[in-house]
T-cell receptor
């Protein structure tokens, strides 16, 4: 079955540690996105990538980094520079700019 | 600046009709999306409008007026399972695939 997979579903890390969230898709989509969602709020764009080996900052990129070495994969690293990393992180992909996004099930990151 | 506004919460009765409004101000426009999100889950796609007018899909319809920067999502024959957040999202027209989401409208359907 085609889809977009995020792992793990729940992640706990100590403050000051970097952590990498995985996102894999087998939909053959060119575009991939990372969003952050805080309780009771909408989605805020962290990074997006329109094609392999290219990515753009979203609205809240500070403290995060990404790579897009393969079409299927778009991992997100939450660095120690991110001041408030505890949140629900959603990865998504789309065929192009005018089509809907398909979302993964999300990773709930808690930093203690 | 870029801004998308939706009501924070709405309550409606099972079997009724509800309209969720969305107004937007973005640096460009390349389509408007509506997504449904149940608590703790991923958003799922409902509708896409790029031209003015009404798009109907079963119990759900979405309307767009580009000149007014306005859209609404219409849900008919409400069911309890429609209790969820509804997210309005605009893909900007600056040449990229950047999509901006509103904060979402939490809909409560009561019996």
């Amino acid at each position: 079955d085609g889809g977009i997979t995020q792992s793990p579903k729940y992640l706990f890390r100590k403050e000051g540690q970097n952590v990498t969230l995985s996102c894999e898709q087998n939909l053959n989509h060119d575009a991939m996105y990372w969003y952050r969602q805080d309780p009771g709020q909408g989605l805020r764009l962290i990074y997006y990538s329109q094609i392999v080996n290219d990515f753009q900052k979203g609205d809240i990129a500070e403290g995060y980094s990404v790579s897009r070495e393969k079409k299927e994969s778009f991992p997100l690293t939450v660095t120690s520079a991110q001041k408030n990393p505890t949140a629900f992180y959603l990865c998504a992909s789309s065929i192009g700019g005018k089509t809907e996004a398909f979302f993964g099930q999300g990773t709930r990151l808690t930093v203690v | 600046g870029q801004n998308i506004d939706q009501p924070t919460e709405m309550t409606a009765t099972e079997g009724a009709i509800v309209q969720i409004n969305c107004t937007y101000q973005t640096s460009g426009f390349n389509g408007l999306f509506w997504y449904q999100q149940h608590a703790g889950e991923a958003p799922t796609f409902l509708s896409y409008n790029v031209l003015d007018g009404l798009e109907e899909k079963g119990r759900f319809s979405s309307f767009l007026s580009r000149s007014k920067g306005y859209s609404y999502l219409l849900l008919k024959e409400l069911q309890m399972k429609d209790s969820a957040s509804y997210l309005c999202a605009v893909r900007d027209g600056t040449g990229g695939f950047k999509t901006i989401f509103g904060a979402g409208t939490r809909l409560f359907v009561k019996a």
